[in-house]
Nanobody, 124 residues
Framework: QVQLVESGGGLVQAGGSLRLSCTSS????????MGWFRQAPGKEREFVAA????????SYADSVKGRFTISKDNAKNTVYLQMNSLKPEDTAVYYC?????????????????WGQGTQVTVSS
């Protein structure tokens, strides 16, 4: 069983930046395609960003394109989500997820392992 741990969430003003990290203590992040999702109160979990296992291709939700960047550092066994120009509507619990299939997926059901989530709150 893979255990994913997110960190880096917090409270930030609109226009600010945060960098989320996701690491695995059990197996190498390089073994998986990775994704970031978020869930706001009363809403369904939604896709944010994903990266192929090779790290050679990424995908973003339209709502974050141009503001967020997903990356993998296999040497540090960590996946990052750099979030810039944050907006109040970005407020949510952010989850990282790992897929045994090395491709990009935008639906939660295609991911095999999940972290516990980290809260991001953007104030106006």
């Amino acid at each position: 069983q893979v255990q994913l741990v997110e960190s880096g969430g917090g409270l930030v003003q609109a226009g600010g930046s945060l960098r989320l990290s996701c690491t695995s203590s059990d197996r190498s992040i390089s073994s998986y395609a990775m994704g970031w999702f978020r869930q706001a109160p009363g809403k369904e979990r939604e896709f944010v960003a994903a990266i192929r296992r090779s790290g050679g291709s990424t995908s973003y939700a339209d709502s974050v394109k141009g503001r967020f960047t997903i990356s993998k550092d296999n040497a540090k066994n960590t996946v990052y989500l750099q979030m810039n120009s944050l907006k109040p509507e970005d407020t949510a619990v952010y989850y990282c997820a790992a897929s045994n299939v090395p491709l990009i997926f935008t639906t939660p059901s295609r991911y095999d392992y999940w972290g516990q989530g980290t809260q991001v709150t953007v104030s106006s």
